[in-house]
């Protein structure tokens, strides 16, 4: 079975960087966060896969994390942030190269205490289901 890692953490990518208001609210999406980063900003975390064929077709399914990162006082920005993430992820067509049928959902958000109590951070993930070409 052929992975989807990078097809899909680039779909992703251009998915969240696609959104013009999530783009307003960030000053990036990264897979690696450059230092120093300026906050707020978004990055693209773990990525699962399981197999999930059927009789004739092979696919996936794949469990996304998607982190908010704020340094603002209190979480109202943490959560708009991620509101901005959700709009642009949850529910929505998403381009794997080399997948068809692909179905990304949100399934659970939380917040994560910083050692540094000056940080924000927000962790969601979304469950991605997708059909191998």
């Given at each position: 079975m052929?992975?989807?890692?990078?097809?899909?953490?680039?779909?992703?990518?251009?998915?969240?960087?696609?959104?013009?208001?999530?783009?307003?609210?960030v000053?990036?999406?990264?897979?690696?966060?450059?230092?120093?980063?300026?906050?707020?900003?978004?990055?693209?975390?773990?990525?699962s896969?399981?197999?999930?064929?059927?009789?004739?077709?092979?696919?996936?399914?794949?469990?996304?994390?998607v982190?908010?990162?704020?340094?603002?006082?209190?979480?109202?920005?943490?959560?708009?942030?991620?509101?901005?993430?959700?709009?642009?992820?949850?529910?929505?067509?998403?381009?794997?190269a080399?997948?068809?049928?692909?179905?990304?959902?949100?399934?659970?958000?939380?917040?994560?205490?910083?050692?540094?109590?000056?940080?924000?951070?927000?962790?969601?993930?979304?469950?991605?289901?997708?059909?191998?070409?």
């Open positions: 052929a992975t989807a890692l990078r097809p899909l953490q680039t779909a992703i990518y251009t998915k969240l960087t696609g959104s013009s208001a999530l783009m307003a609210r000053s990036g999406v990264y897979d690696k966060v450059p230092e120093p980063a300026t906050y707020p900003f978004v990055t693209i975390g773990a990525i896969e399981s197999v999930d064929d059927t009789h004739d077709h092979q696919g996936l399914v794949s469990l996304v994390n982190h908010v990162w704020s340094m603002a006082p209190g979480d109202s920005e943490t959560y708009d942030v991620f509101a901005d993430v959700d709009a642009a992820l949850d529910r929505t067509n998403l381009t794997v080399g997948f068809s049928q692909v179905f990304i959902k949100h399934t659970q958000h939380q917040t994560i205490p910083d050692p540094d109590p000056r940080i924000r951070h927000l962790s969601a993930t979304y469950r991605v289901s997708m059909r191998k070409d």
